[in-house]
């Protein structure tokens, strides 16, 4: 009896040893940050960048956006809220080069594998978008990003930006970009 005891106890600590190595192995680590220099091309750039620097995929399920004291809709609820007359002088120029422009990607219902990033935000320094590039370089400091994401396990995590991740029961469900919350 004592025996069997024990080689229960024993698979018992074997199989929750188990589930903890496979969570190890699959687990997340979706970070948000931002930069101004795109080492690559050898230019100015201001990126906004979700980063996988987990060992397992990430199902982003949703991203919020904090500037200041309120809650903003994506990147571009951003710029409107921090720097709408330099986005409305931008945008009224009559021809624009292709360089020039704000590139946005996705930043909820998508996967991201392993050690790979989506540039959420990305815009090339040019004469014809400086003035606006100069104050989004500023404001970009004052913009929190808390991104909610799950794992392969259905296991969920919230990770406000560089700061320490929480796990979570669920991922709040957000409206499609562009809806009222």
Known sequence: MVVSLASLYA??????????????????????????????????????????????????HSTRYQYGDEQVD??????????????????????????????????????LPANEDIDIFYLLRRPENAELWELLNQERRKLGVTVCYCSLLDECYESPGLAVVREVEACPELPPPGEAE
């Open 11 to 60: 698979t018992f600590l074997q199989a929750g040893s188990a589930e903890r190595q496979v969570k190890a192995m699959t687990y997340p680590l979706v970070q948000y940050g931002t930069g101004n220099y795109d080492v690559e091309k050898q230019e100015q750039a201001l990126s906004m960048r979700l980063t996988n620097n987990g060992v397992g995929p990430a199902i982003i």
């Open 74 to 111: 994506g990147v571009y609820g951003f710029i409107q809220a921090c720097c709408l007359e330099e986005l409305k002088a931008f945008r009224s120029q009559d021809r624009l080069d292709a360089a020039a422009s704000i590139i946005t990607s996705t930043d909820r219902n998508v996967i």
